[in-house]
């Protein structure tokens, strides 16, 4: 079963603008990420979330997590064009367990 | 830096072909990971290894076999490459730490790989 899924699966927004995409997993994690990948590269680590915590910020990126609703949330604020890529969430169930990917969300950030 | 390298960022075999991804890490990683990324299915796991010689399989197993020989080399085999074989391969590596912790991926550039 998919255990990340995000939404929306493409979004589209001006620079300047804030983008927010969405993730719900199924099951019980010990921690949520996220990742990001520009155009047929690879993936890069953005940020880690615990199952105990409830926001993280890192420079313009905010993510929440929400246990009971098992979803979270990844604001980037003042989108650049840079920004544009496709943005990934990853749950990891237990601690050093393997990772598993949704389907990502295609942000585009217009200049 | 820390670095993932894939042999190669493109390549094109022909149906029935052994086809060797190769994938190495320069951070002392214990764990390597093998996926596949496909249009609307995200990234799907084949294979990972937590350590030398030791495999384990993902989601997605069939039709690939994995060697790890050596603790930075971690090597995708398709015994006979076939169609539905076309993909985007990602490999990946990640610290273990005593206890388990929270890991981390590290992901190589990606091979896009056509068989004809």
């Known amino acids: 079963s998919q255990q990340g899924e995000e939404d929306p699966q493409a979004l589209s927004i001006q620079e300047g603008e804030n983008a927010t995409m969405n993730c719900s997993y199924k099951t019980s994690i010990n921690n949520l990420q996220w990742y990001r990948q520009n155009s047929g590269r690879g993936l890069v680590h953005l940020i880690l979330i615990r199952s105990n915590e409830r926001e993280k910020h890192s420079g313009r990126l905010r993510v929440t997590l929400d246990t009971s609703k098992k979803s979270s949330s990844l604001l980037i604020t003042a989108s650049r064009a840079a920004d544009t890529a496709s943005y990934f969430c990853a749950t990891q169930k237990t601690s050093g367990s393997r990772l598993t990917f949704g389907e990502g969300t295609q942000l585009t950030v217009n200049p | 830096d820390v670095k993932v390298t894939q042999s190669s960022r493109y390549l094109v075999k022909r149906t029935g072909e052994k086809v060797f991804l190769e994938c190495v890490q320069d951070m002392d990683h214990e764990n390597m990971f093998w996926y596949r990324q496909d249009p609307g299915l995200g990234l799907r796991l084949i294979y990972f290894?937590?350590?030398?010689?030791?495999?384990e399989k993902g989601d997605i197993p069939e039709g690939y076999s994995v060697s790890r020989e050596k603790k930075e080399r971690f090597s995708l085999i398709l015994e006979s490459a076939s169609t539905n074989q076309t993909s985007m391969y990602l490999c990946?590596?990640?610290?273990?730490?005593?206890?388990?912790?929270?890991?981390?991926?590290?992901f190589g550039p990606g091979t896009r790989l056509t068989v004809l």
């Open positions: 290894s937590y350590d030398v010689k030791m495999k």
């Open positions: 990946a590596s990640s610290l273990w730490t005593s206890g388990g912790g929270d890991n981390e991926q590290f």
